[in-house]
Structures are given as C-alpha cells and as structure tokens.
C-alpha cells in the first residue's frame, strides 16, 4: 500500500458557502470555471461526458448532491483510467473556503505537478471572481 504526494489549493470567496455550493456543484455551470472541463459538458445516463481535446472524451461522475459542501468526482479517461478529484466547499466565516485536493500521480513529474497546481489556483480564482461579482 502506498500513497502519493497531495497537495490542498484553496481560496477564500467572499460568498456564503452554500451559495459557493450549489454554483460550483452544478455540472452546467462548471465550464464557467473550471477549464479542465473543456468547451462543455453533456449528461450520459448518471455520468457527465465532456470533450477532452486532444485526449478525447472523458467521462465524469459527481458525488451526490449533500448538505456538507462535498463535490468530489470520478474522471475517467479514455483509456479507462479513473482518478478522483477531492473537491469541497466549506465555511469560512460568513464566506466559504473553496478546496481541491491535488495528488501527484505516478508519472507525474515535479514540473507537470506545479502546473496542475497553477491551473487548479486559476480555476479557483475564476469561480471566486465569478461569486464575487454576482453570477448565479
């Protein structure tokens, strides 16, 4: 049994957090923010498909809606590879803490694993913007 390297990235929006929540959790708004997803993002059954550019199609499962901010998803890859993403909005005050946990999967060199972690920021950032300024 081994585990990999993990980094949190997080960031405080000024929003409450279930606001922060059911923006985030909607996979219809997702492409606003989180450019991972690509151009758009369609419903397959109880997955989500999304196009992957140059990798292809990959598909999505989101956790289930819940009232404790988890919006944890199964991606997996074209060649059948599954990775979990650890997403979760939490409250902060009278705002919310926006947190994604990044594993540093095998493979996975240093300088790919900090730009993995730039581009989570930079999605995270968007989202903030996006609350901030009112977006529903």
């Given at each position: 049994?081994?585990?990999?390297?993990?980094?949190?990235?997080?960031?405080?929006?000024?929003r409450p957090w279930?606001?922060?929540?059911?923006?985030?959790?909607?996979?219809l708004r997702m492409?606003?923010?989180?450019t991972g997803l690509?151009?758009?993002?369609?419903?397959?059954?109880?997955?989500?498909?999304?196009?992957?550019?140059?990798?292809?199609?990959?598909?999505?499962?989101?956790?289930?809606?819940?009232?404790?901010?988890?919006?944890?998803?199964?991606?997996?890859?074209?060649?059948?590879?599954?990775?979990?993403?650890?997403?979760?909005?939490?409250?902060?005050?009278?705002?919310?803490?926006?947190?994604?946990?990044?594993?540093?999967?095998?493979?996975?060199?240093?300088?790919?694993?900090?730009?993995?972690?730039?581009?989570?920021?930079?999605?995270?950032?968007?989202?903030?913007?996006?609350?901030?300024?009112?977006?529903?």
């Amino acid at each position: 049994m081994s585990t990999y390297p993990a980094r949190i990235v997080h960031l405080s929006i000024d929003r409450p957090w279930n606001e922060v929540y059911r923006f985030a959790a909607d996979p219809l708004r997702m492409p606003r923010w989180a450019t991972g997803l690509g151009a758009g993002i369609r419903r397959s059954g109880e997955d989500w498909v999304v196009d992957g550019g140059p990798i292809g199609e990959v598909r999505v499962r989101f956790a289930i809606d819940n009232a404790f901010g988890v919006i944890d998803h199964a991606v997996t890859l074209p060649d059948g590879t599954m990775v979990h993403n650890a997403l979760r909005i939490v409250p902060n005050g009278d705002g919310a803490e926006a947190m994604f946990m990044l594993l540093k999967l095998p493979g996975t060199d240093d300088t790919a694993f900090e730009a993995d972690a730039r581009n989570v920021m930079a999605d995270l950032k968007r989202l903030k913007e996006l609350l901030e300024a009112g977006a529903n």
